[in-house]
């Protein structure tokens, strides 16, 4: 495999590891986000403008670890060795090795905290960010193949949905962020089988 094929990935990865540093501190980001928010949502109280920030923060680790996965699977999917085989499995692997050493990075910085919780959110982005590159295959798949598919994607999307809103009318409850995002996707997973099973029954 030409080693041009790396250069996207591996740049991402540094571009991540400055942001990592104290450039990408809770004390540099509020300082341009905070005014942002609060022009779009005056009304907000200084915790709740907090808590938006830090939804923020989270929904980046999301973001930036999908784009990771997918930029990694392109390369491994088109590679002519051993990689060809297990394209999700070693773009999975890198990213979620990356984030860990990224939250240990952490860790030594006085301006940033390790957190293995960003690393399961990490992992997610991850996973959404190889499936979302996946999904295209969906199309090249059986007809019931796709149907199922297409079928878990919908009633996933349904669950996660409801229990989004749920969560909104009640105002999280006593849920912190990581616990709503695993009812979230646990409700959504289950819902997606459910859905299958319900297909699968009737096919």
């Known amino acids: 495999m030409s080693m041009k094929r ?14 990592s540093t104290d450039v990408g501190s809770m004390q ?16 907000l109280s200084q ?11 989270k929904s980046a680790h999301l973001i930036e670890y999908a784009i990771l996965s997918a930029l990694w699977y392109y390369v491994f999917s088109r590679s002519d060795g051993r990689f060809t085989s297990h394209p ?8 979620v090795v990356y984030a860990g050493l990224d ?4 860790a030594l910085l006085q301006s940033r ?12 982005g991850a996973v959404l960010g190889v499936g979302i590159v996946k999904g295209k295959e969906v199309f090249k798949m059986s007809s019931s193949e796709n149907k199922k598919a297409k079928c878990f994607g919908w009633w996933f ?18 849920l912190v962020f990581w616990q ?11 819902s997606g089988i459910g859905g299958v099973l319900f297909y699968a029954r009737r096919g």
Not at 28 to 43: D, G
Not at 88 to 95: H, N, T
Not at 157 to 174: D, E
Request: charged share 10%; aromatic share 10%.
């Open 157 to 174: 999307a349904w669950g996660g949905f409801s229990t989004i809103m749920v969560l909104i009318v009640i105002n999280g409850g006593p």
């Open 180 to 190: 709503m995002l695993l009812l979230t996707i646990t409700v959504g997973v289950a």
């Open 113 to 124: 905290t390790g957190s293995l919780l960003d690393v399961g959110i990490d992992t997610v």
């Open 6 to 19: 790396y250069a996207i990935p591996v740049a991402w990865m540094l571009l991540m590891f400055i942001f």
């Open 47 to 57: 915790e709740q403008l907090t808590q938006v920030l830090v939804l923020i923060r």
């Open 103 to 106: 939250e240990l990075h952490h």
């Open 28 to 43: 540099n980001t509020k300082s341009f986000l905070l005014p942002m928010i609060r022009f779009i949502f005056s009304e």
């Open 88 to 95: 999700v499995l070693f773009a999975l692997l890198i990213s």
